[in-house]
């Protein structure tokens, strides 16, 4: 089970506004490369002003427009007769891009571990070169649980809403990510077994 499942739901309010944008000229590559590079930007300012605990609060609501925003590329590639080649790499290379910029500036919190953080933002390169490897070898692109992409982000937008809040997390941060790191573990293998038995069932 994953977040993920929800995403036709959400497609299905955002479908206007990806309408308005393709009638403006936009393209979904250039929502794609915009949202990543917001990212980096926010992810800098948090390293730079980690003292300034409060900008987390940042986190859940950038995670809220980048969900949104990717959801919308995504329309405008499929729905709207914008997809390509350049495309397809755009969205899964600034997908981990955008991920490892944004959880990198959690390793600065009080309590908080480089290493850990480091370890979940590795993990989580391997666990969409998992799924995308499934469509590599003739299965479908695979977005298994019970940690993908989606699941990350409630649980990254969560810790930055508490941390931005002033409340202590010290203490609860080793646990937190050490759960994470076994759940993106599980991800991968749920990603590379549904992949297999796709192609051979």
Not at 2 to 13: D, E, G, H, N, T
Not at 108 to 134: C, D, K, N, R, T
Not at 194 to 199: F, I, K, S, Y
């Amino acid at each position: 089970m994953s977040l993920y499942r929800l995403k036709p739901r959400f497609q299905a309010l955002l479908r206007p506004a990806a309408r308005l944008l393709f009638r403006s000229g936009v393209t979904a590559n250039q929502v794609t490369v915009m949202t990543c590079v917001a990212s980096v930007a926010l992810g800098a300012l948090l390293c730079v002003r980690s003292d300034e605990q409060r900008l987390f609060l940042l986190v859940p609501l950038w995670l809220i427009l980048r969900m949104a925003f990717n959801a919308i590329d995504g329309m405008l590639a499929r729905e709207f007769g914008q997809a390509t080649p350049l495309g397809a790499y755009l969205n899964e290379l600034t997908d981990v891009v955008s991920d490892a910029a944004l959880y990198l500036p959690f390793a600065l919190l009080p309590g908080s571990s480089w290493y850990a953080v480091a370890g979940i933002v590795m993990l989580s390169i391997v666990s969409e070169l998992a799924g995308v490897l499934g469509a590599a070898q003739g299965a479908s692109r695979r977005y298994d649980g019970p940690m993908g992409k989606s699941d990350r982000a409630f649980v990254f937008g969560l810790i930055g809403l508490l941390a931005g809040a002033g409340l202590p997390l010290a203490g609860a941060l080793p646990w937190i990510w050490t759960a994470v790191v076994l759940l993106i573990a599980v991800t991968v293998v749920n990603r590379v077994r549904g992949g297999l038995g796709e192609r051979h069932g």
